[in-house]
């Protein structure tokens, strides 16, 4: 595949997410809170605006896009498939990176969802005002 501006992007967006989930794990600390949890949601609105989380999107930084690209680059796939025929359990690296990409898939869905439910709701909200009772002087 040609390294287009989007590759690019997609590309640079994947190397930032792997290095703050691998700073986080290196330095044992949760990924939901900050500084780790408003960077990765910079990274997030980046990846939005780039228009790489729409539907067949190529790149694909949707959740699974993501999913893949970080399974990928961190071995899991392979990992989980030589545990499951060795019938052994994963390595606690492969472990710890399964659980830390959970982690951020989770935030990474929740964010998606609620950034495609924004307008929705921020519409309603102004439709909805609420109803301030006059006050008889």
Known sequence: MPHTPSQALADDLIRRLDDLICDAERKTKPLEVDPYRSQLFELFVL?????????GSEPDLSPDGVSRALAQHWGLAAAATSSHQSQSKLSPEH?????????????????QYAW??????????QQLEPAVPEIAH
């Open 47 to 55: 990846a939005d605006a780039s228009g790489l989380m729409a539907d």
């Open 116 to 125: 495609s439910r924004w307008a929705e709701f921020r519409g309603a909200g």
């Open 95 to 111: 472990l710890s990176k399964m659980r830390l990409l959970w982690s951020f898939l989770r935030m990474w869905m929740e964010w």
